[in-house]
């Protein structure tokens, strides 16, 4: 074609054979979305709408739109889902369970499951409790990437980070007890290390440096590297 790519609410399914076919149109056209798997049906995160381009409605926020499913036969439509939508401020990975498990700017982790029922409307809820928050704060969030494994560990590696850190002073700093603190300080740079999930300690552990290309690099200074 000659003319301008148009953000479109068409929507097409690739079956395991390759073969291709049309479901039911997005309520809301958007770009740079993303489909997750629930049960029989499929709930769409994030993406920019049609508007994006105008200064002022660029950040709109689209709702996720859930399908209940799929099936060829299937009568259903795309439905607007009302429940905030994590799409455009956090990460988002999904679970071994089909929840999805969202880190946002600050390191927080909340859990998004869905029950889809017997209805068009699926039930959606929040949990903020299960998982303790990250040790690094990751920026540049559309980068991060979450990965669930077999075993219950998850992964979570990419985004930008404050690779040094100062150790915080409390009153009970000083007490054999008292847990070390600690905060970053300077410029976020891409991360080099990734952190993993131990269901067993319920914690997050935090890799080595990686010393792939797009990582920090060395940085090092006199008398400490």
Sequence with gaps: GMNSYLVTSAVEAVDTNGGIRSLPSLVEARRGAVAYRIGNGVLVIGGQGEDSNNARTAKRQLPMEWLASDAPDSKARWVKLSDPDFGQTSALGQMT????????????????????????????????????????????????????????????AGGEVQAEKIALLREDSNKPEAEDEYIGIGEFQPSRRYEIYEPVGKRWRTSTPARGTGSEGPRASKGRS
């Design 97 to 156: 369970d089909g929840s999805l498990l969202a880190v946002d700017g600050r390191g927080g982790i909340s859990r998004l499951m869905l029950n889809p029922g017997d209805g068009e409307l699926p039930v959606i809820k929040i949990d903020r409790d299960t998982f303790p928050p990250l040790n690094s704060v990751r920026h540049n969030i559309s980068t991060v990437r979450i990965r669930a494994l077999a075993d219950g560990r998850i992964i979570v």
